[in-house]
């Protein structure tokens, strides 16, 4: 068995002169929660697009569990486009059967399927209510349902969270989270930093175009830190900030950042620090993803 | 395969459901079924014209009757009391016709008063009684006699006979007339309501996004031909049920028509019931199961390519407010298309309507209004023929604009663009 879902090889697409997806090479690791971040326009949805064969690569190609992607492939994908809406005048449940057998299930099986969010969700009061009674909150957790019913292995998610209060967002994060746990992998495209930051266990960032950073979020951050310390202390910080290795930056009375500059350990600094003061708290400061994300892409910009 | 029969069913049913559907399909014909009634007892209810006659030559007593338009009343009064009268409104007359004394040989002097001028038809009327009276008296003068007189006066209808194939059989022109005039309009309605249903079914995908969410599990092409099939059914369905509604409704009026013609004839002089009666005779030998066969497979062919080309324009816009100006050119052949059929009905053998019956655009329209007068089975073939060339051309075209457009969101296309969509490779 692979151990990526899906291997995409120097896929391009071009629309009108404009490269949206630039020679794209990128392994999406089974079973993961996959962060596809960049900037608006980046490319992104192009990439789902092709992932999800509504368009065609101009070039490159795609495999699927190590077959080259085809039709087949439709019934293991659910993809929750981040432009989603729903035919306002059906009914909530017959719109949900007619997708969920639009996905492959036959009658029985959607409608077992649908039972079982239903009343997970404790929505069965919705069954026969048209769509555009539905709140903006409850025709997104429609499209939620939509998306995942047919049980696909991997799931695609573009901003799923836009336009969610924070009770149904933290709602349909956990159901991501139990989605992948049963073995699902996710595809999450958003620009929302701190919602990759909770879920997302491997990111790839594009920007004009081209994959510019890719990896597990943990290497990232250690290969991007600065070796800075966050310091709680008590007493005077004034012998410590001369230091021609230990950079200081004093924030309060009692709080400072320490930049460790050189090959000095940590311990270094920590010994340094205590024979100075009385250190109560010692972190090492990792870079977010925001910064990670907001430095590569003004770098790429200026090439 | 089982994802297309979803999308005919969802598209068919959603539809056939709809209340507006359903009231469209029995009030429609209802309606239609109601405006001659009303247009009779709007008609009915109008009163004959009065018409007071002055006779100073003494010709037109007991021969200037009155009939169902006007009414003829004989006022021993001088002309200048009766018009006096008139004007205070005391005589309830409508005009006042004044004959003065004449010589047979040089009649002048005949004068009509009114306020209001006559109906063009009441004015034919009397000028039609007054000649005929005035010739009566002058061949009776002449010296024939009353006898030979009623013996000389005929009426003699003329059957025409139309010759075909299968034989002659006697001419059903004025029911021709009729049916394929109701046939072209209905086709040419058919075609653009149902038309513009697909092309709003698919400003509507676009419009509230459902659109990537279904083409990320069916081919556009298969959500495009679900599409046009289901609405196309919605529309068969419509037809059929005023197809029968109208049948059953003509068998209904022409029974109760030849019974009360052949009942009484006191209205109508007897030319004109004859008339009548051959005419809804006729009724019975037109052959409407062939021109319901022909119209359903001619309406198939022409809503098929109108509403592949209006699903291909509706593809390209964004919102509804966009899609007057990409459905124009759209709908213009289908205008000229009714127009040629009017022209068509009255010279169905002629080169325009030959040529529009033939091109794939025009030809569901102008045949229907060639049908009932008959058309060679090699024509009838060859433009069933290019008509399902020209569908298939048009339905790939579409096919092609509707995969780019459906996913093409922001400005409105040019038609260039739209050529270059269809031009591109996949």
Known sequence: MNKSLIEIRRVTKRYNGTTAVNAVDLDIPRGLIFGLLGPN??????????????????????????????????????????????????????????????????????????????????????????????????????????????????????????????????????????????????????????????????????????????????????????????????????????????????????????????????????????????????????????????????????? | MRKLVLIIQREYLTRVKKKSFIFATIAVPLGFLLIPVIVMLIASSSLVPVIGVIDRSGLFVHQLKSTDDLSFVFIDDSLDSAKAGMLTGEGAVEGILYIPPVDLDRVKGIQYYSMKSLSLQSQKILQREIDRILENHKLLKSGLSEDLFKKLKSSAPIETIMMTESGERSDSKFIAYGVAYIMGMVMYIAILIYGVMVMNGVVEEKSNRIMEVLVSSVRPTELLFGKITGIGLVGLTQLVIWALIAAVSLGVTSGLASESFSGTTTSMSSQESEQMLTALKNIGEVDFTGLLLGFIVFFLGGYFLYAALYAAVASAVNDSGDIQSLSLPVTIPVIFAFIVMNVAINDPHGPLAFWCSMIPFTSPIVMMGRIPFGVPWWELALSVLLLAAGFAGAVWMAAKIYRTGILMYGKKPSFRELFRWILHRN
């Open chain 1, 41 to 303: 326009g980046a490319g992104k949805t192009s990439l789902i697009r092709i992932l999800t064969r509504i368009t065609a690569a101009d070039e490159g190609e795609i495999f699927f569990e190590g077959e080259p992607l085809n039709s087949l492939h439709a019934m293991n994908i659910g993809y929750m486009p981040e432009e989603r809406g729903l035919y306002k005048k059906m009914k909530f449940g017959e719109h949900l059967m007619y997708l969920a057998q639009l996905r492959g299930l036959d009658r029985k099986t959607a409608r077992d399927r649908l039972d079982e969010w239903i009343q997970r969700f404790d929505i069965r009061h919705w069954w026969n209510k048209k769509i555009d009674e539905l709140s903006k909150g409850m025709q997104q957790i429609a499209q939620f349902i939509a998306t995942v019913v047919h049980r696909p292995s991997m799931l695609i998610f573009d901003e799923p969270f836009s336009g969610l209060d924070p009770i149904n967002s933290q709602l349909i994060k956990q159901e991501i989270r139990n989605l992948n746990k049963d073995g699902a992998t996710v595809i999450f495209s958003t620009h929302r930093m701190e919602q990759v930051e909770e879920i997302c266990q491997f990111i790839a960032l594009v920007n004009q175009g081209q994959l510019i950073l890719n990896g597990d979020v943990k290497t990232l951050k250690q290969r991007y830190k600065k070796n800075q310390y966050r310091v709680l202390y008590e007493g005077n910080p004034a012998n410590c900030t001369q230091h021609s290795d230990f950079q200081i930056e004093l924030h309060s009375d009692e709080e400072m950042t320490a930049t460790i500059r050189g090959d000095r350990r940590p311990n270094e600094l920590l010994n340094f620090l205590t024979g100075n003061l009385e250190i109560h708290s010692f972190t090492e400061v990792l870079p977010s993803l925001n910064d990670i994300f907001i430095e590569h892409v003004r770098n790429h910009n200026q090439k």
